[in-house]
Structure formats: C-alpha cells, structure tokens
C-alpha cells in the first residue's frame, strides 16, 4: 500500500500478486496465448469518449484477441435468447450485431461469440432458474441460440449464467457495483444439474456446425453449489473463470486488500478465497487445464475513507462511498502526480458527481469559487484503490502459463486505455497479456 497527494491524498493498491512463485524479472515478452478472449459492452459504442468504443475504435485491439464476446443479451419471456437494446443491437437503429460479425472480413481467424448474461428486471433473473428446471425451456432456448447465431454470423456462445449470488457479510463500503437484488433458487442442487444439461444439449446441437459454446463463471456465485464441472468440461469449448471481486464486490478495505489475488496473502490461508485456490478446485473436481481461461480485468474498486482509519481500521463503523473504477482513470491520475497542482485528472473529475461539497477543500462544479484550481478533497480523507496495471496482468498472464491453462481473457476492453493517452499505447492491458505468455 502506498500513499500519494495527487490533488487530494490517494492510497494506491494494485492487484499484484501476493505469496507468489513468480518473480517479477520472470515477466518477459514471449508468445502470445492460445486464447486471448476480449470482452466487450454494446453500451460502449454509443458513450462519449473516452468511454467510446465502437466497431472502429475496436479495431487496433483486434489483431491480439482470438475471440470477441459481445456483451449483453437476455432470456426472454419465451424463452429465447433476446436483445436487451434493440436500438443498439439490431437493424431497427445501430445494427451493432451485423457491424461487430463483420469485423471478420478484416480479422477473418477472430471468434466472435454472443453473451448470455443479463436481465432488465427481476423476471428477467428468475427465467435463468426456470430454463434450468424444464428441459422443454431448455430446448427452446437452444433453437433460439442456433438461430441466432446463423442470422447474425456469430460463431458461438457465451453462458454466463444470472445464478443468485453469494450471501456476504455486511461491507463497509457502499459499491455501485453489487449486484441488484436477486431470486432465490429453491432447488439449487436441481439448478446444478440442469445447467450441466443446458450446456450439453448447446453443444450437441452448435458443435456439428462448428460453433462454439463457453461457459463463464462469474463472481458471487458459489461455484462450489452450481456448475457440474466434469459435465462443463465435457461438454464446453471453453471455461472461463472470472479473477476478480473473489470475495465480494463492496468488500471492507481492513478485511479484503485485493479482488483478485492470485495466492493467499500472508496469514488469510483459511479466510479468504483466490484465483490458484479456485482453480485447484475446478481442477480437482475433473476441468482440464487447457480448457480453462481466466480473466485480467480493465476495472476495479474504490473507496473513500478517513486517513485516521487507517492506523486503527476496526475503529471505523460508518459506511464509506465507493464504486468501480476504469483502468485509464486510474492511469491517468497516476499520471499526475509529479504536478498534482496543475490539474485533476479524470478520477478525481468523476468523484463529482458522487461525493458531498463536504469532502472537498472547494465545492465542485458551480459552487466552486476558483474553478480554474484542481479538484482536492480534504486532507482527512484518502482514496483507496484496488485495480490492475500491466505488472500485474503480465503476473496474470505467466501464472496461466505456468498452470498449463488455455488462455486469458481481458474484461473489458472499453475500459482498457484504449487511446493510449497514458503511455502511447493503446490497449496496453490487452497488449500485455498479448506478449507476456511466457
């Protein structure tokens, strides 16, 4: 953990890795990976930059990835595979389905898959236990998926399956990114069992046409209760397993110092979960090693909290804001910090519009009677962050080499620094697992 006063305190913590075999001058530029999976967010294409990521800004990222996961489609009430933004996805407005599967003309040995993993309400949620419970549902989602792929020229399809997530203790801090409320599955054992099912009916019915299906398993779920593993290994092109927000997505920053630890830290041996201990377990319970991807990612945590806090953390009882934070943000403000005077980079900017006038030196926006000097908060408060940079994806990336494991993905890629303004280098997260396979 390390401290800097970049236009207000920062506590800086990067997700390295921790208890490690790995060491740093091992990290050297190798092959790239049999599998570097990129996913991206449909939303992307209609944000302002520097969140903008349309089928043109995608293009520099597209010679390092082998497959392309579009994200978002859901389970309708016919239970069918559907959009969840027809004016983005489809010819009624943008047509990003057809704009995205074209890229192949320019990338022709690019995998584009479509994503099964989201809802726009709580019904919506609830059909991903139906499905798995009716083996008729489950086979008309399958025609659905077949179909689609076909009309759209995707080449397979992601299962992320909306299964109710983890119950956890109650955090410290206040995250934008939980997840929303969701059902609670009366038969999880029947759930298990049915999703093994559906994975296998997918493939059965894709694999004769060369199309392929993935499972991911996301954060927050007990992997532990749903996924029947040797049928998922059986049966899936791919498993990908999501490293990051192991614990919980708002965690206690006394408790939790990294969401994606790669080892245990020092004495957490029994207390908290990480990426080697959950893929020992996928791999115990009959995966494959070459089957298995695991995921670097373009965002991470952050939280607001009182310097004090930090000498003696139990002390603290109230809640802290926090939220998510992107990777270029987060390079951005690092940026800053030889002339923090100068200007507030695009964290700080961010924090705006989520903190009270009461944290900062001078009020935001409107209030603030100099608006020509950079954002500060106060000098009793501090930011703690928890995020990726290159070093520790390339750690990432050699430790999935090193387990004999078929890849890594990037989640996302919008959020990668993908017009290079820290370093010159666009998408260097993307890059780094591109040449770090080593």
């Not at 506590?11 to 740093?24: C, D, E, K, P, R």
């Not at 990003?96 to 949620?125: C, V, Y």
């Not at 994975?199 to 927050?220: C, D, F, G, Q, Y």
């Not at 749903?226 to 408790?255: C, F, G, M």
Request: charged content about 20%; proline content about 7%; hydrophobic content about 40%.
């Amino acid at each position: 953990m390390a401290m800097f006063s970049p236009a207000g305190v920062l506590v800086v913590l990067m997700m390295a890795v921790v208890n490690n075999n790995i060491a740093a001058s091992e990290v050297t530029l190798g092959q790239s990976p049999p599998n570097v999976i990129c996913f991206y967010v449909n939303l992307a294409a209609t944000s302002k930059d520097p969140l903008k990521n349309g089928p043109e800004e995608l293009v520099p990222a597209l010679d390092k990835c082998t497959h392309l996961v579009y994200q978002d489609t859901q389970i309708s009430k016919a239970f069918e595979i559907q959009s969840l933004r027809p004016d983005i996805d489809t010819e009624i407005g943008m047509n990003l389905f057809r704009k995205i599967t074209d890229l192949k003309k320019q990338f022709p040995k690019l995998k584009i898959l479509i994503s099964i993993s989201s809802a726009e309400n709580f019904e919506g949620q609830q059909r991903y236990i139906e499905v798995l419970h009716e083996e008729s549902l489950q086979g008309k989602l399958v025609d659905s998926v077949e179909k689609f792929l076909k009309e759209y020229n995707f080449d397979g399809v992601n299962l992320a399956w909306l299964f109710p997530p983890n119950a956890h203790k109650v955090d410290k801090i206040q995250s934008d990114a939980t997840p929303p409320p969701t059902v609670v599955d009366p038969n999880p054992e029947k759930s298990r069992l049915g999703f093994g099912k559906l994975v296998e009916l997918m493939s059965k019915r894709l694999r004769p046409a060369k199309l392929l299906t993935t499972v991911m398993v996301i954060p927050h779920v007990d992997y532990h209760v749903y996924y029947d593993i040797p049928t998922l290994n059986r049966s899936s092109d791919l498993i990908i397993l999501e490293a990051h927000d192991l614990p919980s997505p708002s965690s206690k920053y006394d408790v939790v110092d990294q969401s994606g630890p790669i080892y245990f830290a020092a004495g957490k041996q029994d207390e908290f979960p990480n990426i080697d201990k959950k893929l020992k377990y996928f791999l115990e319970k009959g995966a494959v090693a070459n089957k298995i991807v695991i995921t670097a990612d373009s965002y991470g945590s952050w939280a607001l909290i009182k310097k004090s806090d930090l000498e003696n953390p139990t002390n603290q009882t109230e809640q802290s804001p926090g939220g998510i934070v992107f990777y270029f943000e987060v390079c951005e403000q690092i940026k800053t910090l030889p002339n923090p005077s100068e200007h507030s980079a695009a964290f700080l900017n961010k924090l705006n519009y989520i903190l009270g006038d009461e944290y900062f030196k001078e009020a935001p926006g409107s209030a603030n009677p100099n608006p020509g000097v950079p954002i500060q908060l106060k000098d009793e408060y501090a930011v703690w962050l928890a995020y990726e940079d290159a070093k520790a994806v390339a750690f990432k990336t050699s430790y999935a080499k090193q387990a004999g494991l078929a890849g890594v993905a990037l989640n996302v890629l919008s959020f990668d620094d993908t017009r290079g303004s820290c370093s010159g280098v666009k998408y260097p997260l993307l890059s780094t697992i591109a040449t770090s396979w080593k």
